[in-house]
Every structure is written in C-alpha cells, then in structure tokens.
C-alpha cells in the first residue's frame, strides 16, 4: 500500500482558533482591575481631567470604564457614553472609505492623485526624474510632504475652497513621493477630497451613511457641534488650572482627524478590525470587506526601530505604517495595529493585537495627553495572566497525511513509497540512499522501538513538526515542509533530530551551571544569564547526545533561553553557553 500525502477534504484550510477560549476570557477579564489601575495611575501622573477607555477581546466588547471629569467647572462626570475627539485616529476612517471605492471598481490605489485632484498634476514635481504621485503614497505617509504637527490641528475647519487656492498655489515638498515616510495631514485631508470625487458625496455624508452606520457607531460624528451636550470638553493644563479649547469645526481637513466618538462606538470599530482575522469562510458582515480590513494592517512604509533597555529586559520595536493605521513589532508582540490621536483638548489611541484578538482604547480630554504608554502597560498586564496566547493552528489534512507518510518511512523504509512523498527536489539536496542512512543511524542511537507521541504541531497550513516518543526515553523530533504542487503537496524539506535524555553526570553539571555553581572560569556567562534573563530552572531537553553534548530550555523570570553544554569523557563540564529560546524574538 502506497504513502499518498492528499490534501482532498472538505476543509482543506481550517481556521486558527483560541484553545479553551471560555477560560482564556475569564482570565483576562480577571485582570481587568488592574489595567483600570493602571491607566488611573497613568491619568494621574499626566493631569488628564476625565477619560473613558476599554477593552475589546474576539471581536466583542467585554469591558468599558470611565474616570474624572468631562467639564472641569461643573465637575461633571465622564460616562461611558461621553463623545471624545479622537483626532487622527479618523485617518483609519478615510482609509477604509477609500478601499470601499476600490473594493466597488471607483478608484485605485495606484490611480494618479491628478486624475481626482488636478491641481496636484500642476505642481512641480522636486525632481525630474519623480514619479506621478499615487493615492497609495497619501493612505501611507509617503508622498513626500512635509510633516505638518501641529500646523495640520489648525486646519480641521478650512474651507474647501482655501483648500484649492493652496494647491493651486503648488505643494511644498520635502522629500520625492515614494522615497520616505513623513507623517502628513495634508495628505489624509487630500483623501478627504478623492473620496468626495469618486464617490459624487460629500466626504461627512459618506463616512458617516457607509462606514458609521453600518458599523453601528449611532453617536458619531465628524462635526462637533452635533456632539450634544454631554461631550467631553477639551482642555490644556496652564500650571495647575485647565483652561478649555475652542472647539474645531469640521471642514476640508476633517478627514484627517475630526471623528467624534463615544467609548461604545470606539469598541465597535475596533471590534470590527479584530473580527477581519483570521481569514476564514463566511459570509461578510462589515461595510468592507475582511480581507480590506487585514490590508490596513500590513506594513506598507517603514517607519523606523527603536531599541531600549527596560527594567524587564531588552525591548525592540519596529514600527511603520498601513493604510491609516501604525503597524509595529515587538519583543513579546510579533503584530500590533492602532493609532493614536492628538488635538488641542484631546488625546486618544487605539491598539490591537490581531492574532491575540485583543484590543483597548482610551480616550482623554487634555491636548495631546495620548495614552499609548498607558495602554501598551495594559497589554503587559494582560500578558501576565498567561492567557494571552495566539490563535492555535489546526491540523490541516495535508500536515496529517504527510505525518503518517513521514512516520512509515521512520518505520520502514520502501523506496517506491519514499519517492512519492518527496518533492522533485528532496532527493536532488541529499540522496535517498543518505536519507535512508541518517535514518537508520538515527533509529540505532535512540533505541527501541518509537511511536507517535502526538498529532502535528502545525506552523501553518504547510508546514509542521511532530515528535517521536522512544521506549529509551528518547525523542525524536521531525520537522518537514511540504511544497506548492497539486493536487499532492509533497514533502520539499525534511529533517529529524534526537532530543536524548540527560544523563546524571550532564544533568548534574547543567544544574550547576544554572545555579551558578559551575566552575570559577565559566562565572562571567553565567552572570551575564542572570543580568539578562533573572532566576532560571532547567526545561525540556532541546537536543544532543545526553551524555557528551546536550541543550536543553531554560525557564527564566524574563523569557526563555537555551543552554548548551559540552562534556570530556570523564564527565568535567569543559563548555556552555546561552542563547535566546525557540519562538523568542529579543534576548532580554
């Protein structure tokens, strides 16, 4: 009977999700009071008067809070339900009213800003050699034009004709378009202007009729006067008293920050982002279309790396921009979308982790008091609980069958079998006799007979590792790949490797050597072990032969790690060293 690696099922393609989401949400929720903690702490220290935030987890809003004062002479409380500014978090907004048209075949992304802004066409390029300016390059900060914070608050309420005698008077520019990323409000502001273009509605009318209401955002508005009289009112700190913020009409900049929302309204949008992932059959409930939405998320235009030394340990982040949204990695978060927003009277942001289907927000009432500090903290916090883990993936058929096929081999070899596993190239990078070799002398240093010690572990729907488990004690661990053919992926990459048990003597010395026991010579590793990672105990064995040569995990206070070491025959620990462990990013 032959081994066939067959990917026919009714679900090829199953959808990731949260192992026992039930008890995942109750923990985070546990951790509720000390998020709201926190952000007060934060409130405090930066002098905000009032501020509503929430928390938002699998696409349902589980959580909302509100603290201080709406209107400082009055004392009148925020609620829930009080309207803040959010400022540029309404570049999002625009960028999804402008896939909207591309999505119904009205514009394109790669469309010639001059075909629905002609005056931008009579302005002088900076160079020869540029290129025409695409709609593309304003949703991701790239066209080119100067930063423009705090000039760009001032101008929410210009009219569109001031708006046109400044581009007919020419652009300003301060790098080519499509060279480097400048954070720009005239650019979201000449969005504002092609969605009114393409879509024959004005930019207010056709936000608020397709992308609000669909959403269910009832008490949202892009003017402010229509807010009522429960909004927040705005408000910069003069040494100790609050002194209010003329309120900003809407008008040709609104496009770029000039949505007024309530914290009910906020955890539906973001409910709505979280609800694009994972990619998935079904049928479309949102105003745009899910896979719109995941475009938003990507990285578009690098932004920059910033590099840090925090009491946890080192921390990375690597930021750049989507369409209308901030797309950043860090040490502990591999993916992270949001935005933040900032107005005279207002700070607000938004963050989500689109894998992790958790998302917060907060919104103030101070110019500029952005609480994005506060709410990557409150992620921190959620992270602790342990239940803040990403979406499983599931077995996919293919990964199954080709385990099977791979474990037959393991068992015995039949070349006919062996050949329709394996991809075109599997037998061209190292020979089927080799393979079959490293095989059998892989199965003589573990011993015993092995069987399957569980299902795949799948990295995605193509790719995946399995263990064996040995009568020795042992482990064997195969890792394999399977290519782009059909209707039979078959197997392009393919390794195994034993995971033996320490020995006495290798174990002995490891726990030495964690302990800080080892040897006087080998002292300033094992401080620099301690200086990076904390307090660590000794895990699962990763690889080696037990006896000489071994790695095994190590569980520490700051992440994880590996360590390696290095017997003589007469059992003296001659090396080891650390590194950062599998699946961690940053080494602290």
Known sequence: MGLRVCAQSATPYPTPSFSSPGERVAKLKAAWP???KSLGQWAEQRGVPGMSYGLVLDGE???????GMRE??????????????????????????????????KLSLDDDVARWVPEVGRSRYPTADTAPLRVRQLLTHGAGFPEDNPWGDQQLGRPAELMTRWLEQGLPWSTAPGTAYEYSNYG?????????????RDYREYVETEILKPLGMTHSTLEPATAGAGAAVGYRREGREFRVEPSLAHGAFGAMGGLVTTAPDLAKYVAFHLNAWPPRDGRETGPVRRSSVREMHQLWRWNGLNVTREAAGLNVRATGYGYGLVVSSTCQFGHLVGHGGGLPGFGSNMLWAPEYGVGLFAMTNLTYAGPAAALGEALGILRKTGALTPRAWPVAPVLASAQQALFGLWNEWRQPEAEHVAADNLFLDRAADARRADLEELKK???????????????????GAFDLECASGALVRIEFTLAPTTPEPRVQFWSAQAMLPFSPAMRRQAERAVAGKAPAKWKPRWEELRRGYGACKLGEVLAG?????????????????QMTLRLSASGRLEDFSVAKGPGEVCVP
């Not at 400082?72 to 009213?97: H, N, Q």
């Not at 011993?447 to 572990?457: D, F, Q, S, Y």
């Open 34 to 36: 000390e998020v709201e």
């Open 61 to 67: 809003t589980v959580l909302l809070g509100a603290r």
């Open 72 to 105: 400082v002479p009055s004392r009148a409380a925020v609620e829930t339900g009080t309207a803040f500014r959010i400022a540029s978090m309404t570049k999002s907004f625009t960028s999804l009213a402008i896939l909207k048209l591309r999505d119904e075949g």
């Open 188 to 200: 979201f502001a000449l969005l504002g202007r092609i969605v009114e273009r393409a879509s024959g």
């Open 445 to 463: 240093s573990v011993g015993g007979e092995c069987k399957l010690a569980g299902p795949v572990r799948p990295e995605n729907w193509l790719r």
């Open 545 to 561: 032969d037990g006896a000489l040569t071994g790695t095994a995990a190590l569980d520490c206070e700051r992440g994880r790690a």
